[in-house]
T-cell receptor, first 109, second 115 residues
């Protein structure tokens, strides 16, 4: 079993839809929970991070962490074609970071 | 552009050849990380430097792989006797010293194809 599980998709939604992306994990020692966005042939870029359980909102993006269920989510409201990318969840403890496989999202105009 | 840069962006090599990749981190970032990403997977940690000291190496970093950061600035990753299974994107990231691991800034990667 992988430490971080993420449905690879692909996920295709119409413009304006609400997108829900999820990951589960097995290591309860993880402290920081991140979402990265990766465009084709580019390196990942950090979108949001959350420390411990709770919600965090940044514009159209909301990150949720439920440590009791070992489950994290990223919601994208009013999705745009420019949001089309692969979204990677990641979690870390100290300098040890683990990534999910990534979910490929396509937002159609 | 003051981001992390990697060179070359693409490398095609024949099995058995040696290859070397270079990473230039953001200036004043003293932490530097190497990752490998295969198609359809997330990045996997390979190794990590703080200044010139290599502090951690993954089990994924076999004896054929070696990384250096001689002056605490740029870093090189060398793969000797390449195998087809080495085909992947090799990503470099850097960060400031006193921040959690999540604040890593990634470069565009070097895509290696071993034929």
């Amino acid at each position: 079993q992988k430490e971080v599980e993420q449905d690879p998709g692909p996920l295709s939604v119409p413009e304006g839809a609400i997108v829900s992306l999820n990951c589960t994990y097995s290591n309860s020692a993880f402290q920081y929970f991140m979402w990265y966005r990766q465009y084709s042939r580019k390196g990942p870029e950090l979108l949001m991070y959350t420390y411990s359980s709770g919600n965090k909102e940044d514009g159209r993006f909301t990150a949720q962490v439920d440590k009791s269920s070992k489950y994290i989510s990223l919601f994208i409201r009013d999705s745009q074609p420019s949001d089309s990318a692969t979204y990677l969840c990641a979690m870390s403890r100290n300098n040890d970071m683990r990534f999910g496989a990534g979910t490929r999202l396509t937002v159609k105009p | 552009d003051t981001g992390v840069s990697q060179d070359p962006r693409h490398k095609i090599t024949k099995r058995g050849q040696n290859v070397t990749f270079r990473c230039d981190p953001i200036s004043e970032h003293n932490r530097l990380y190497w990752y490998r990403q295969t198609l359809g997977q997330g990045p996997e940690f390979l190794t990590y430097f703080q200044n010139e000291a290599q502090l951690e190496k993954s089990r994924l970093l076999s004896d054929r792989f070696s990384a250096e950061r001689p002056k605490g600035s740029f870093s090189t990753l060398e793969i000797q006797r390449t195998e087809q299974g080495d085909s992947a994107m090799y990503l470099c990231a850097s960060s400031f010293p006193a921040v959690p691991a999540y604040e890593q800034y990634f470069g565009p990667g070097t895509r290696l194809t071993v034929t």
